[in-house]
């Protein structure tokens, strides 16, 4: 059973900043990416990053605010910069074991977190 924990959301006021945190337990190294949700809307694509670190890839909606990276292991971060209000969202962390490319579809993924809320107020 892998597990994979979110941290970090809160509240915060729009052009401000936040950084949220993901671990996923094991020993393989994983495929990571963040998603989102808000409210009365589906599930949409974040960030994502390889599992050597080494690459990343973003939603157009938030390209060139928020940067993924990798910590230790199995953690990775999303820093989000220059918030704005349609960026409140309950946002979720997926893991994939196996595989080297970027990973963007939900289905892709076989391992999610509970999600963290993040409310950007205007």
């Known amino acids: 059973q892998v597990y994979v924990v979110e941290s970090g959301g809160g509240l915060v006021q729009a052009g401000g900043s936040l950084r949220i945190s993901c671990t996923a337990s094991?020993?393989?190294?994983?495929?990571m990416g963040w998603f989102r949700q808000a409210r009365g809307k589906e599930r949409e694509f974040v960030a994502a990053?390889?599992?050597?670190?080494?690459?990343t890839g973003y939603a157009d909606a938030v390209k060139g605010r928020f940067t993924i990276s990798r910590g230790n292991g199995n953690t990775v971060f999303l820093q989000m910069n220059n918030l704005k209000p349609e960026d409140t969202a309950v946002y979720y962390c997926?893991?994939?074991?196996?595989?080297?490319?970027?990973?963007?579809?939900?289905?892709?993924?076989?391992?999610w977190g509970q999600g963290t809320q993040v409310t950007v107020s205007p």
């Open positions: 990053i390889t599992q050597s670190g080494s690459g």
């Open positions: 997926a893991a994939r074991s196996g595989g080297t490319n970027l990973y963007t579809r939900i289905d892709e993924y076989g391992y």
């Open positions: 094991g020993r393989t190294f994983y495929a």
